[in-house]
């Protein structure tokens, strides 16, 4: 069986400054804290630029490129892994403005953030009869606005349904409006599966 090249890379990248440190006759329990030294830095810069990566496109980017973020197009799928939180959060462009959306089977609507609507440049509207939504801090009164084509990795879902609300706060949610659309989506593992109609190419 043939080594991976990520870990032969990985076992070079510790081997050298080993070496060298041993070379110079450094006592083996300061080369010890060295390296946990080294260690401690190096996971905490990839925890800021996974974290960071949520609001900033720029460190996405970056953090793609690491193979830190939750979300990965394979073939025609797109897979999203499960947060520490819990719950599924899927990287979304409402237009072309970039969000970090909620996947909630439980929602029947996807649901935005009044600063969402407006940073997309959205046109909310008041329903013709007052749209009132249960949810977990209880009954709210939503507005109803429509967005022409809202990206997720490979899946477009254009001309979709969404409610507005300030009482949602900073959160956005993908709801079943959404879901609905898809030729599946499953859940395996840690592993929320969706599976579009027609897989887009972005790159």
């Given at each position: 069986?043939?080594a991976?090249?990520?870990?032969?890379i990985?076992?070079?990248?510790?081997?050298?400054?080993?070496s060298a440190?041993?070379?110079r006759r450094?006592?083996?329990?300061?080369?010890?804290?060295?390296l946990?030294?080294?260690?401690v830095?190096?996971?905490?810069?990839?925890f800021?630029v996974?974290?960071?990566?949520?609001f900033?496109?720029?460190m996405?980017r970056?953090a793609?490129?690491?193979?830190?973020?939750n979300?990965?197009v394979?073939?025609a799928e797109?897979?999203?892994r499960?947060?520490?939180d819990g719950?599924?959060?899927?990287d979304?462009?409402v237009?072309?403005v970039r969000?970090?959306m909620l996947i909630d089977?439980g929602?029947?609507?996807t649901?935005l953030s009044?600063?969402t609507?407006?940073a997309?440049g959205?046109k909310?509207?008041?329903p013709?009869?007052?749209?009132?939504?249960q949810?977990?801090?209880g009954?709210?009164?939503a507005?109803?606005a429509?967005?022409?084509?809202l990206?997720?990795g490979n899946?477009?879902?254009?001309?979709l349904?969404?409610?507005?609300?300030?009482a949602?706060?900073?959160?956005?949610?993908?709801?079943m409006n959404?879901?609905?659309?898809?030729?599946?989506?499953?859940?395996?593992?840690n592993?929320?599966?969706?599976t579009p109609?027609h897989?887009?190419?972005f790159?």
């Amino acid at each position: 069986m043939s080594a991976h090249p990520d870990a032969l890379i990985y076992a070079l990248l510790l081997v050298l400054p080993i070496s060298a440190l041993i070379a110079r006759r450094v006592p083996l329990v300061r080369v010890l804290v060295m390296l946990t030294s080294w260690g401690v830095l190096f996971a905490l810069l990839l925890f800021v630029v996974a974290e960071r990566g949520r609001f900033d496109p720029y460190m996405t980017r970056i953090a793609s490129a690491l193979k830190l973020n939750n979300q990965d197009v394979t073939g025609a799928e797109v897979r999203i892994r499960l947060a520490a939180d819990g719950h599924f959060w899927a990287d979304v462009r409402v237009g072309d403005v970039r969000r970090r959306m909620l996947i909630d089977s439980g929602a029947t609507v996807t649901a935005l953030s009044t600063d969402t609507a407006s940073a997309a440049g959205l046109k909310v509207e008041k329903p013709m009869f007052p749209l009132l939504i249960q949810t977990a801090n209880g009954q709210i009164s939503a507005d109803t606005a429509t967005v022409g084509a809202l990206t997720l990795g490979n899946v477009v879902a254009r001309d979709l349904p969404v409610v507005v609300s300030p009482a949602f706060g900073d959160t956005d949610v993908l709801g079943m409006n959404f879901l609905s659309r898809l030729k599946s989506w499953r859940v395996e593992g840690n592993t929320l599966i969706l599976t579009p109609h027609h897989p887009q190419d972005f790159t």
